[in-house]
């Protein structure tokens, strides 16, 4: 029934990912996608969805891993981008939490990573971390053509209207769930209904109650019934909207 368009299995805390899928297909989980940070990330996402029926993957390099962005990694991530069950390019995008940071190569990456996408007619997976202006600037500049969606989004109803203006989807993480999330709040009753995407981002950001503990997308469901719960939706019905909302984005899961 539910779906996490957004985790990383190939994270060392996950490293037992027979017990995690058998414990997020338990939870009602049919789905997951999970993200490359790198050329070697994306690889074991491609090898795990060839292993496990409910996981697909999506081939791209995060920005805390642009330095290391050359031809040959590349080449790397265009290779398997190809495959059935690659569904995205990502997670790409900007970050200027983590510092020391080059912002020229994080931009020149990600719309080198923009324009792959475009030639391989996928969408775009972007992660945008104390960089809105410049991430909205390359995304006017350098336009996905096949949409794409704000991961774990952190930003205002102001921002969220910008993006969903671009078409964008917006998906909310466990941050949705933290106490005084006061700003996540307003974002999530704002967002339509048919624009939203839920996620766990695990291993990181487990929701409440298990903040502080490692994620896993069995997990997700707690984060669907908590945005269902505040736009006053039966959880059943948004999740089946969850659902049809990543298919629509992502037109290689229709067959989930």
């Known amino acids: 029934m539910f779906i996490d368009t957004h985790c990383h299995l190939a994270d060392p805390k ?56 050359n031809n040959q990694e590349k080449d790397r991530v265009i290779k398997i981008a190809t495959d059935k069950k690659c569904v995205a390019i990502g997670e790409i995008g900007l970050d200027y939490y983590w510092k020391p940071y080059d912002k020229d ?23 945008m971390r104390d960089a809105t202006q410049d991430t909205l600037q390359v995304l006017t500049e350098h336009k996905p053509m096949y949409g794409g969606v704000l991961h774990c989004f952190s930003g205002s109803v102001e921002t969220a209207k910008i993006v969903l203006d671009k ?32 996620e766990t981002d695990s291993p990181f950001l487990a929701p409440t109650p298990y903040r502080g503990t490692v994620n896993s997308p069995k997990n997700v469901p707690i984060i669907c019934d908590f945005l269902a719960k505040l736009k006053g939706i039966e959880l059943t019905e ?14 290689k899961l229709k067959n989930v």
């Open 105 to 127: 190569t994080q931009i020149k990456v990600f719309i080198d990573q923009i324009e792959i996408a475009n030639e391989l007619k996928l969408p775009i997976c972007v992660h």
């Open 14 to 69: 996950l490293a037992d990912t027979d017990a995690v899928v058998e414990e997020y297909l338990k939870a009602g989980v049919d789905t997951v996608m999970t993200m490359g940070c790198c050329a070697q990330t994306s690889e074991v996402g491609f090898e795990q969805s060839k292993k496990y029926p409910s996981v697909y993957f999506a081939s791209g390099v995060h920005p805390s891993d642009s330095a290391g962005y």
């Open 238 to 251: 948004f999740a089946k909207t969850v659902k049809n909302n990543a298919q629509t984005l992502f037109p």
């Open 167 to 198: 078409g964008f989807y917006i998906s909310f993480a466990g941050t949705l769930t933290f106490k005084n999330a006061n700003k996540a709040l307003e974002v999530g009753k704002f967002v339509p209904t048919d624009r939203c995407l839920t």
